[in-house]
């Protein structure tokens, strides 16, 4: 039936989404989907995303509005949640760091004065999860980013844009890979011992 | 009337052969008195003597269809209905019509003297989806004209039968062939008008995948384990998902384990396939799936619920849709949504599973409500304990204008071998980074 699909949420590493800077819209419609387009190849509605926050901070002078980072074995994503984000915004508040988050949002992006652009994501929900969740989520984040590097060399249209825009160098990204199951191995290592 | 409208007569005329250049005249004559602008009038004379040539087609462009068409067909059935629409008995006509691309189910609203076996051709008819079927609607403005036999319109809608593997069946076949074994099998007594009746249930799978099916035939000799091959069998809908319905229109046999093409063992033995949830959602429907996502989100509407007694339908404070004021019959579930990455479905848990997954008894969640006086404060801690887990869900998926959903029959926290996994994962990564 055709009509409303829900995007898919999909997996990215931390520096993969930082290295993000090419946002666009599928159609002209004032209710296409915004998509941030990544590195890989990604076309990033709605992200889904598992790691320790490590740091919180109430950044707004009249109402609340949290800014918190969240790390996974590549790097951080930063969060910002104000009124309209009310169920991160009050977990935020409430918890403690450092904590594993499970995180459910959209990306956004700023340019700044200088014309970096920089990422973050705005939360639609956001809960505090298990160490094991955590791990699940490097495994399955890895394994769809090794799926998209696989792709790159084709000439499917989502390899072809990523390569023309950011140039990507799949061992770069294959490295990142790399250092992500290496620091869960590492991490599953020091649990059994 | 002034000669100088002659030339825009004359052009009329012309442009609608076969209308009397006198109508034309009084009609423009007409709309010109009521001060409507020559070029306006001339359209609108142009639209109401044109003849309204619908557009005809073919059966296999009936999903192409325009609004309004007409058609030419065998009627190879034709069942009254009885329908009570807003209190009053009303009559419809469905059955199934063929020419020589296909075949369509028929709907007529109206009695249009429809027979078994009539040729006929509809006008200002219109195309419907019904269960993600195409349907053929015949409306009050449907014209129906009946033809002389034609021998160019086949008389059997089993010269359209396809073959196909089961994962191919779909619901927009209304006969099919294929083969497969036979993975469950029982025997149900039911009454129809009257009379005992045994109807035999299953399912039936090969290596692409599987479906339930029901015979109101004996089948003799079959049993759990047999391979078959089957010409002619129904496929009707149930929520969305094809069913194979045997009838006597429908032929079987035997398949001898040298001519199966699947092997039997490994179908009787198979464990549920794990699909990605991208692939569930190319399908209207499909069979007993499992998918494994992390729950992203939980809807409004799981917790604490209460149900009518009469239709099981959530209810309100006490007030059913349909009867009024009841005694609510406490329940508990969790609707959730379920996203690999890959797509995201809609997944319905029952109190069990609600239970066994959210790790609380409905008791325990009652106290939960009982203690903050509120029953969202169930539905907020569901969301704490749920979303982000990952989850397996077992069950049969269907497709609506709201989503896909899975009803699911087993929910289970899937349990990964996190380092094998990783040596996996380790093995694919280039050599040269």
């Avoid at chain 2, 449907?142 to 191919?168: A, Y």
């Avoid at chain 2, 799936?289 to 209460?306: A, F, K, M």
């Avoid at chain 2, 801690?381 to 609506?400: C, D, E, P, Q, W």
Wanted: hydrophobic share 35%; proline share 5%.
């Amino acid at each position: 039936m055709a009509g409303y699909t829900r995007e898919a949420a999909r997996r990215i590493f931390a520096q993969e989404f930082r290295e993000s800077n090419l946002t666009f819209k599928d159609g002209n419609d004032q209710y296409s989907p915004q998509y941030l387009f990544t590195p890989t190849g990604a076309k990033v509605n709605r992200m889904f995303i598992v790691g320790t926050l490590i740091e919180k901070e109430d950044i707004g002078s009249e109402s609340e509005y949290w800014r918190g980072k969240v790390s996974d074995p590549t790097g951080s994503f930063f969060i910002y949640a104000g009124q309209y984000q009310p169920e991160a915004a009050q977990v935020l508040s409430e918890c403690d760091t450092p904590e594993f988050v499970a995180i459910v949002g959209k990306p956004s992006t700023y340019t700044t004065p200088e014309g970096e652009i920089l990422t973050s994501i705005r939360p639609e929900s956001m809960y505090i999860v298990d160490g094991e969740t955590r791990d699940l989520w490097v495994l399955d984040t890895a394994r769809v980013t090794l799926e998209r590097l696989k792709v790159l060399p084709t000439s499917h249209p989502d390899a072809l844009r990523a390569k023309e825009h950011y140039r990507t160098e799949a061992k770069h990204y294959a490295s990142m890979v790399l250092k992500a199951l290496r620091s869960l191995q590492e991490d599953i290592d020091v649990m059994d011992d | 009337m002034n000669d100088k409208y002659a030339p825009h007569i004359e052009e009329l005329s012309k442009a609608l052969e076969g209308v009397g250049y006198t109508d034309i005249q009084t009609e423009l004559d007409n709309l010109l008195r009521f001060r409507v602008p020559l070029e306006e009038a001339k359209r609108t004379i142009l639209n109401k003597f044109r003849p309204k040539e619908a557009c005809e087609i073919k059966i296999k462009d009936i999903l192409k269809s325009p609004k309004s068409f007409a058609l030419k067909g065998r009627i190879i059935s034709v069942e009254k209905k009885k329908i009570v629409l807003k209190g009053e008995t009303a009559y419809l006509y469905s059955g199934k019509l063929l020419d020589e691309t296909g075949v369509c189910l028929f709907t007529a609203w109206d009695d249009f003297c429809l027979n078994e076996g009539d040729i006929i051709k509809i006008y200002n008819v219109h195309m419907k989806l019904w269960n993600n079927r195409p349907e053929i609607n015949f409306g009050q403005r449907s014209i129906v004209e009946k033809l002389p036999e034609d021998p160019s319109l086949p008389k059997d809608e089993k010269i359209f039968t396809q073959t196909k593997k089961i994962i191919e069946i779909n619901p927009s076949d209304l006969l099919v062939s294929s083969q497969g074994v036979v993975t469950e099998i029982y025997h149900r007594d039911i009454i129809v008008k009257g009379k005992d009746t045994i109807i035999i249930e299953g399912v039936i799978a090969d290596d692409t995948g599987k479906l339930p099916f029901s015979s109101w035939v004996p089948m003799e000799g079959v049993d759990i384990g047999n391979a078959i091959n089957f010409r002619d069998a129904h496929v009707r809908l149930f929520r969305g998902i094809p069913s194979l319905n045997f009838t006597h229109m429908t032929s079987w046999e035997l398949l001898p384990d040298n001519k199966c093409p699947f092997s039997k063992n490994k179908i009787m033995t198979d464990e549920p396939s794990y699909i990605s949830i991208g692939s569930v959602l190319e399908k209207d429907g499909l069979f007993d799936v499992v998918v494994t996502g992390n729950i992203i989100s939980v809807r409004p509407g799981s917790g604490l619920i209460e149900r009518c007694p009469v239709c099981n339908r959530v209810i309100q404070n006490n007030v059913c849709r349909a009867h009024g004021t009841v005694e609510g019959i406490r329940d508990m579930r969790v609707k959730a949504i379920l996203d690999d990455g890959t797509g995201a479905v809609y997944i319905m848990l029952n109190r069990e599973l609600s239970e066994v997954i959210y790790g609380r008894s409905m008791e325990e969640a009652e106290n939960i409500a009982k203690l903050s006086m509120s029953k969202d404060a169930v539905y907020e801690s569901m969301k704490r304990s749920l979303i982000g887990t990952y989850l397996a869900v077992r069950g049969n998926s269907s497709k609506s204008e709201f989503g896909t959903t899975i009803v699911a029959r087993y929910a289970w926290v899937p349990e990964d071998d996190l380092l094998s996994r990783l040596d996996d994962l380790l093995l694919k990564l280039p050599e040269d980074i």
